[in-house]
């Protein structure tokens, strides 16, 4: 199972792009990644999920180079409900079906 | 549609009592999860089912048991609560045994005294 790393926490300011970079070496060949959102006292909210180059949906966008051994989750102009903590993850075969969180990122966001 | 579905939300235990923390889900999935969140950590796998009639442990098994009762239900229970067991239990939920997007419940703060 790929281990992930990413930063304890992260501060920015209402408006500005942050990213969110994850490290997973030992990525295996047909491993997925995916980030979550967790706020406070809330289970963990899927955000975005991928393979291999970039990935965008309405809330994030992921951005996976070639080596695929990190990953970058982009929040577009972040606002004060974007503070929360976000977990890298890897997910497929080298899992084994378990769904492994590391520490997180504990974003802050600031007015 | 109610997802993911924990009972209780609070409880309260002395030292030594058991106690089963209930999880159902609607959404016809095969894999469910437990986990448990200290403050201030990330979550830890207590058990998994990739599929109805499967167990199997995950990071922190010890002290506990699960039931996969049926597709909809996995129940975990405590046999004998410990203060170290004093935590937030979360059940997850979703389709498929990999690659899929996981639906986490509303958590179960247990105190154990």
């Known amino acids: 199972l790929a281990k992930t790393t990413q930063p304890i926490s992260m501060d920015s300011y209402e408006g500005q792009e942050v990213n969110i970079t994850c490290s997973h070496n030992?990525?295996?060949?047909?491993?997925?990644i995916t980030w979550y959102q967790q706020f406070p006292s809330q289970g963990p909210r899927f955000i975005i999920q991928?393979?291999?180059t970039k990935v965008t949906n309405e809330v994030a966008s992921l951005f996976i180079p070639a080596d695929r051994k990190s990953s970058t989750l982009s929040l577009p102009r972040v606002s004060l409900s974007d503070t929360a903590v976000y977990y890298c993850?890897?997910?497929?075969?080298?899992?084994?079906?378990?769904?492994?969180f590391g520490s997180g990122t504990r974003l802050s966001i600031r007015p | 549609n109610a997802g993911v579905t924990q009972t209780p939300k609070f409880q309260v235990l002395k030292t030594g009592q058991s106690m089963t923390l209930q999880c159902a889900q609607d959404?016809?999935?095969?894999?469910m999860y437990w986990y448990r969140q200290d403050p201030g950590m990330g979550l830890r796998l207590i058990y998994y089912?990739?599929?109805?009639?499967?167990?199997d442990k995950g990071e922190v098994p010890n002290g506990y048991n699960v039931s996969r009762l049926n597709k909809r239900e996995f129940s975990l229970r405590l046999e004998s609560a410990a203060p170290s067991q004093t935590s937030v239990y979360f059940c997850?939920?979703?389709?498929?045994?990999?690659?899929?997007?996981?639906?986490f419940g509303q958590g179960t703060r247990l105190t154990v005294v």
């Open positions: 991928g393979y291999k």
């Open positions: 089912s990739a599929s109805e009639g499967t167990t």
């Open positions: 997850a939920s979703r389709e498929g045994f990999m690659n899929t997007e996981a639906f």
């Open positions: 959404m016809n999935h095969n894999s």
């Open positions: 993850l890897v997910d497929g075969y080298s899992s084994a079906s378990k769904i492994i």
């Open positions: 030992n990525i295996a060949t047909n491993d997925y």
